[in-house]
């Protein structure tokens, strides 16, 4: 019996109805593409501190009520917490609900860049202050995915991954504390050639990273 989320038809436990089929778990990111001399900012994961990969700037695309609520009811999608990003639907329903996230419909979910921008970069990082912020721009680039294959015995097998990648253009005063950073002894931000980022050189480059680049996407 799944249970159910007070006032509302979402499910937060993997339900009976999908015991009998295979599952597969939906993580959804933002990118932010942010340029500066022919080169791209990536920074390092904090999840690993010891031997951080390098990342682009991301963050779980956050899913407003109406699209949890559509995709719990629409196709039977359950959460591993109550207000979670991340969800899990059946094998049958994965390439309906890749469809409605590729359709970028704002009233279900997060279309823009301003919680990455504002909860990642500003709030977490520490990049730069929200005034030297203001004014940024961001143009959307495209979507790419990819599967990964969860470990051997996973109550999910399949993980499905979507990268929704934005052109972020920053005022001249977040860029100059970005390059500060660069600049400084220990440099939290380093800036990749395209080259380097698809061939992973230059360090603990994550595959993440080449979502950036227009191959991986559709636009």
């Known amino acids: 019996m799944s249970m159910e989320i007070p006032g509302s038809s979402r499910k937060n436990e993997t339900s009976a109805q999908h015991s009998n089929e295979p599952l597969v778990r939906f993580?959804?990111?933002?990118?932010?593409?942010?340029?500066?001399?022919?080169?791209?900012?990536?920074?390092?994961?904090?999840?690993?501190?010891?031997?951080?990969?390098?990342?682009?700037?991301?963050?779980?695309?956050?899913?407003?009520?109406?699209?949890?609520?559509?995709?719990?009811?629409?196709?039977?999608?359950?959460?591993?917490?109550?207000?979670?990003?991340?969800?899990?639907?059946?094998?049958?329903?994965?390439?309906?609900?890749?469809?409605?996230?590729?359709?970028?419909?704002?009233?279900?979910?997060?279309?823009?860049?301003?919680?990455?921008?504002?909860?990642?970069?500003?709030?977490?990082?520490?990049?730069?202050?929200?005034?030297?912020?203001?004014g940024y721009t961001a143009e959307f680039a495209g979507i790419g995915g990819r599967v990964i294959q969860n470990p051997h015995g996973s109550k999910v097998p399949q993980t499905l991954q979507l990268f929704e990648v934005h052109d972020l253009t920053l005022p001249d005063e977040a860029m100059g504390a970005l390059l500060d950073n660069v600049a400084s002894d220990e440099p939290t931000v380093h800036f990749f050639t395209e080259s380097q980022i698809l061939h992973r050189r230059g360090g603990q480059i994550d595959d993440m990273a080449t979502f950036l680049f227009r191959h991986a996407l559709q636009s």
């Open 27 to 134: 993580s959804c990111f933002s990118l932010a593409r942010i340029a500066y001399g022919g080169k791209y900012a990536l920074l390092p994961a904090k999840a690993n501190r010891s031997n951080p990969r390098l990342l682009p700037p991301n963050r779980n695309i956050r899913i407003h009520s109406d699209g949890l609520d559509l995709l719990s009811e629409t196709y039977d999608a359950t959460f591993d917490r109550e207000d979670d990003r991340i969800f899990t639907v059946p094998q049958s329903k994965a390439p309906a609900a890749r469809r409605w996230f590729e359709q970028r419909l704002p009233d279900t979910r997060e279309t823009g860049v301003e919680g990455l921008v504002e909860r990642e970069l500003i709030d977490r990082r520490h990049l730069f202050e929200d005034a030297q912020a203001e």
